[in-house]
Nanobody
Framework: QVQLVESGGGLVQAGGSLRLSCSAS???????MGWYRQAPGKQRELVAS???????NYQDSVKGRFTISRDNAKNTVYLEMNSLKPEDTAIYYC???????WGQGTQVAVSS
């Protein structure tokens, strides 16, 4: 069973940057991978996704600021987050579509 482990979250000032990583215990090269986030009192929402071929998709609010990428040789997917805003504050989760597997989440907090 594939397990996903996120890292890279933390506290940053508005305008700052963070890079999230999601490492899989097994191969995920054939699966679309996604980053979701859930803010307090809100539903979990898709932030960005990347197919096995590298096609990406972004939520409108993060376009131009966030970049999703993957390294299949390392079984890792990344989320580069720039120009962070307080409204980006949430727990960020990694998701493997092929097996409906979620990571445990990593907290991102952006101060104004």
């Amino acid at each position: 069973q594939v397990q996903l482990v996120e890292s890279g979250g933390g506290l940053v000032q508005a305008g700052g940057s963070l890079r999230l990583s999601c490492s899989a215990s097994g191969s995920f090269s054939m699966s679309t991978m996604g980053w979701y986030r859930q803010a307090p009192g809100k539903q979990r929402e898709l932030v960005a996704s990347i197919t096995s071929r590298g096609t990406t998709n972004y939520q409108d609010s993060v376009k131009g600021r966030f970049t999703i990428s993957r390294d299949n040789a390392k079984n890792t997917v990344y989320l580069e987050m720039n120009s962070l805003k307080p409204e980006d504050t949430a727990i960020y989760y990694c998701y493997r579509m092929l097996t409906n597997t979620w990571g445990q989440g990593t907290q991102v907090a952006v101060s104004s």
